[in-house]
């Protein structure tokens, strides 16, 4: 499994993001996203027992979506998402010695940047997907202008702040797909609640790409 890197792709590119989502709720969470069309889902390491919801996550869904942590710090974590499957590495910052570990290990990684020079040392570093974080506080012409000088394979996301309300101008910036928190997930949201919401958000993102 890889990350969309086109936004008409056949599977919508959007990553869900389940903070704080527990061990005995994974699977019927993960079940609605994927059931909904999304393709990559993370655990982000500050949820409760994140190991073990990646565990279950990878075993159940693995081969249906790109599964995986949030989140992730240090290569040691790198190592121990691999070590329960997890196949997807998304960090809230760059980090050159975490990007070229996960690299190392044929892991998809998703390093997260706010400047130019953060942009391009996460692509010297080894990564072929960058995420524009937290993008609600940079804009759409932030991306745009980034995205005009980065090489064309590397695909970029934007996540924070982006949702069902507000995709058209990301759209029109660039951007290769987006990543969805709290508009998909929090704690407290059923299975139900997930699937409805994920349903609208695959639905508002298709739309701006009719057949």
């Known amino acids: 499994m890889s990350l969309p890197s086109s936004p008409d792709a056949k599977t919508p590119p959007i990553v869900a993001i ?10 019927d ?7 909904a069309g999304i393709g990559a889902i993370e655990v982000p390491m500050n949820s409760p027992d994140p190991l073990v919801s990646i565990g279950k996550l990878c075993a ?21 998402v691999a070590g329960v499957g997890g196949k997807l590495i998304v ?11 996960a690299v190392g290990l044929g892991l998809t990684v998703m390093p997260g940047f706010a ?5 391009f040392a ?9 995420k524009l974080f937290p993008a609600g506080t ?26 069902a309300a507000n995709l058209k101008p990301w759209i029109e910036a660039g951007v290769s797909g987006i990543g969805v928190g709290g508009e998909l997930y929090r704690p407290g949201y059923s299975a139900q609640d997930v699937s409805q919401r994920a349903k609208a958000l695959v639905a508002a993102w298709t739309a701006e790409f009719p057949s």
Do not use: M
């Open 115 to 119: 400047t130019p020079s953060e942009a």
């Open 91 to 101: 960090t809230p910052n760059t980090d050159p010695a975490v990007i070229r570990h």
């Open 138 to 163: 940079f804009g759409p012409g932030h991306i745009k202008a980034v995205r005009d000088v980065l090489p064309k394979d590397v695909s970029v996301y934007a996540v924070g702040g982006v949702g």
């Open 18 to 27: 389940l903070r704080g989502v527990k061990p005995e709720e994974i699977l």
């Open 60 to 80: 159940a869904f693995g081969d249906q979506a790109l599964c995986g942590a949030g989140t992730v710090l240090s290569p040691d974590v790198v190592d121990q």
């Open 122 to 130: 996460a692509v010297e570093a080894g990564a072929r997907s960058l």
């Open 29 to 35: 969470v993960a079940a609605a996203l994927v059931e």
